[in-house]
């Protein structure tokens, strides 16, 4: 197995910087506590960068060390994963185990998320090189505008036979017109005029191919083949000058850029630092053979097993290796253990962390310090119509208390009993807005404990509403 530099030189411009202890400072300012859990994906993280610095022949032999993370529902499992996501800039994929079926059964098979980790790669990459090309783009969509606003005048022919708007001057020299044309282009003048574009239709197939993996054999061969059936044709539209100008650059950018080098890049990045993270892995562990109609669980970790040991899939963009593809897993397992899943399974996975339940001051800092934090969300809501809503401390801690009680006496949801507590109680503000102009609105915790409080009381009620 060949490394290849490129890639390895990408990846280190991104995540070169970040230490271990970084990494978990970057996922704190959106995952409260969870400690274990985010040390463990960034030591995984740190390892690829210092895989990639080895020489070929070591690198070669180090294979990731996937984790496993195993906690209750709503602790923060997958928040982790996303954050993780946009923080590594590594091609990532988030998948179902439970969605996966054995090969044959209705359903998808395993090998579509390395297709769909590389399709992600590929966008990935296509944005970065078409942000290379932009400048250029842009400058020859001013060429092809002008053009279409002032169709370069060939000798013998009588120019701009469609064109409606008189031209300004035109009894001066072309050039010169053009670029007075340019000028006001530039300072938007012409925005409210149209030109006539051609576009590329963006038709779908207008039959459907109901087996799944029907579909993904029609990704790699078909779409290929057929152009014109998957949006090939073009079609004459009459647009907005900025409009065009999106059009044209949208089409620009892709001429510029090269789609095999795109999809070599993309291949090579997924193979080296790709990272996909298996949510729900619970739900496929157990060994009983599947008679009847019931899809074997035993038989989808036996599918699975091969991409995580590493073996070659292919993709549309070519064969991808999966040898050094991170895998996290996660799962609640309330029902099944670890040791349920196969023994060959259990053993890619030697990184074990425990995710805690949330503690009430777990779910005070829940409510307010993640940057994305649920009261920051409902602030800035209200605040487009200009509500200002505050939160006393009290009320806070309050609110954080009875979905403690809730998730006690009912079912442990985790954090995600706050989002139900917080539409309760900001219910009426919500409803009313800046309806009646802006406005203040402060909650203390004895507001919090009378919406609450009859329902968290009734344990009914509270099934239902909270
Ligand atoms: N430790 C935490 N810090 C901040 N937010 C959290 C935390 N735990 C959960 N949340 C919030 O709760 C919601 C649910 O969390 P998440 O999706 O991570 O649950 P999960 O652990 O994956 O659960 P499940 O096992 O049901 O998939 C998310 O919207 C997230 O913002
Ligand atoms: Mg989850």
New binding site residues.
């Given amino acids: 197995m060949t490394i290849h530099l490129t890639a390895a030189a990408e990846e280190l411009r991104n995540l070169d910087g970040l230490t271990p202890r970084e990494i978990v400072a970057e996922l704190d300012r959106?995952?409260?506590?969870?400690q274990a859990a985010k040390r463990a994906v960034a030591v995984a993280l740190r390892n690829r960068i210092r895989r990639q610095r080895l020489p070929p022949e070591a690198a070669a032999e180090v294979t990731p060390k996937n984790i496993l993370m195993i906690?209750?529902?709503?602790?923060?499992?997958?928040?982790?994963?996303?954050r993780l996501a946009r923080l590594s800039a590594s091609p990532f994929l988030k998948v179902e185990a439970s969605k996966f079926t054995e090969v044959g059964y209705v359903g998808r098979d395993v090998d579509s998320m390395i297709r769909d980790l590389t399709e992600s790669a590929v966008d990935m990459v296509r944005r970065e090189k078409q942000a290379e090309v932009r400048e250029k783009a842009e400058r020859n969509v001013e060429e092809q505008l002008l053009d279409l606003l002032l169709p370069p005048s060939r000798p013998g022919f009588d120019a701009g036979g469609e064109e409606r708007a008189p031209e300004p001057g035109a009894a001066e020299p072309a050039r010169s017109t053009r670029e007075k044309l340019r000028e006001q282009l530039r300072a938007g003048a012409l925005d409210t005029r149209t030109v006539e574009v051609e576009v590329r239709e963006r038709s779908f197939p207008s039959f459907q191919i109901l087996s799944s993996q029907g579909l993904e054999e029609m990704d790699v061969n078909l779409k290929d083949m057929l152009p014109g059936l998957f949006g090939g044709k073009t079609k004459r539209r009459r647009l907005t000058l900025p409009e065009a100008r999106e059009v044209l650059r949208s089409e620009e950018e892709a001429r510029l850029v090269d789609a095999d080098l795109v999809a070599r890049l993309a291949v090579e990045r997924v193979q080296g630092s790709g990272i996909v993270f298996l949510?729900?892995i619970d739900k496929i562990a157990g060994r009983e053979s599947g008679r009847g109609p019931d899809v074997s669980r035993e038989g989808v970790q036996r599918d699975i097993l091969p991409i995580v040991e590493g073996t070659t899939v292919s993709t549309k963009y070519g064969p991808v290796r999966t040898d050094h593809i991170l895998f996290i897993a996660?799962?609640?397992f309330h029902v099944s253990k670890p040791s349920d899943l196969i023994p060959e399974l259990q053993g890619r996975f030697p990184i074990r962390v425990e995710?805690e339940s949330?503690t009430l001051e777990?779910l005070v800092?829940?409510l307010t310090e993640?940057r994305?934090?649920?009261i920051k969300q409902y602030q800035a809501l209200l605040a487009t119509e200009g509500v200002e809503v505050s939160f006393t401390d009290e009320a806070i801690r309050e609110m954080a208390r009875l979905a403690t009680d809730v998730n006690n006496s009912t079912e442990n949801?985790?954090?995600?009993r706050?989002?139900t507590i917080l539409e309760t109680v900001l219910d009426e503000v919500s409803f009313e807005g800046g309806s009646a102009g802006p406005r203040t609105v402060r909650i203390d915790a004895a507001e919090v404990r009378t919406k609450l409080a009859p329902l968290v009381k009734d344990q009914d009620l509270s099934r239902f509403i909270l």
């Fill in positions: 959106y995952v409260v506590g969870q906690g209750p529902t709503g602790v923060g499992k997958t928040e982790i994963a996303r949510d729900e996660a799962g609640a995710l949330l777990d800092r829940i993640p994305n934090a649920l949801i985790g954090a995600r706050l989002a």
